[in-house]
């Protein structure tokens, strides 16, 4: 039995058949209709969220299966104390798989330490979100048509960004890859991250506080929110927050292909003037999301269509 905690989790291998599922399943929803008929998807959901939780439900449901849903963490068992352990051990009673999103680091990993069935990590406090890198990976797929040799820019929220640790380290596995970290200096990326991810892979990158300055250079931007859930104060939250403001002029010395992701929600890191620039990607990306969401449940339920 199978879990998803860390993107690396997925060999490339691994990754290129998801990818080639969901392409498949784009092409032909029809074929998977039933796939996962009397299946149940848990999904836990400890923190926030729109997309991910409701693009794992759709997922699900568009396989035939169905779902069972904690949305707030307030009306769960969490609430009177129950460790993740326990929760998880009686959730394998119920349903077939299970995602879950919880704020503290780790917490999936244990997960599935004490599941009996397989556990996805739709989101651990700032340190990973591999199913966000899957929806990420098919749209570069789709968008650019290949993973090496590419620049890619990762601009906001690098300290915070769990989206962006887990594509960093994704994206590490392919052959000339350069990445580019534009954030403020208290915002930069973790050291296990740069250190253990970018350079124990000899991976060019460059560090500057200086959107514009890059821009040329870039295949691929993935603007980033700002992580006010994170934030020790307030205050540091709002002298940071609008520290990037994607808008049409700064993109006029930008590629003509260059592909602009988000992971979503947005703030104000990208005006709304951009969204009608066919090199924004990001509503596409949060379709993309549903499609890989449906591969990984088939693969991790073994499920052959
Ligand atoms: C991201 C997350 O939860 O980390 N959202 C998502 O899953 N699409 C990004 C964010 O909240 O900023």
Redesign the pocket.
Known sequence: MRSLINILDLSVEELDELISVANDIIGNPDKYADACKRKKLATLFFEP?T??RLSFEAAMYELGGNVLSVADAKSSSAAKGESIADTVKVMSCYADIIAMRHPKEGAPYVASLNASVPVINA?DGGHN?PT?TLADLLTISREKGRFSDLTVGFCGDLKF???VHSLIQALSRYDNVKFVLVSPDELKLPSYIKNDVIKANKLEYVQTTDLEKVMPELDVLYM??V?KERFFNEEDYLRLKDSYILTPDKLINAKSDLSILH???RVNEISVAVDKDPRACYFRQALNGKYMRMALILKLLEVEV
Do not use: K, Y
């Open positions: 969220s997309r991910t989101g979100h966000q960004g769990r989206t980033t929110r992580q992971p979503l929600p």
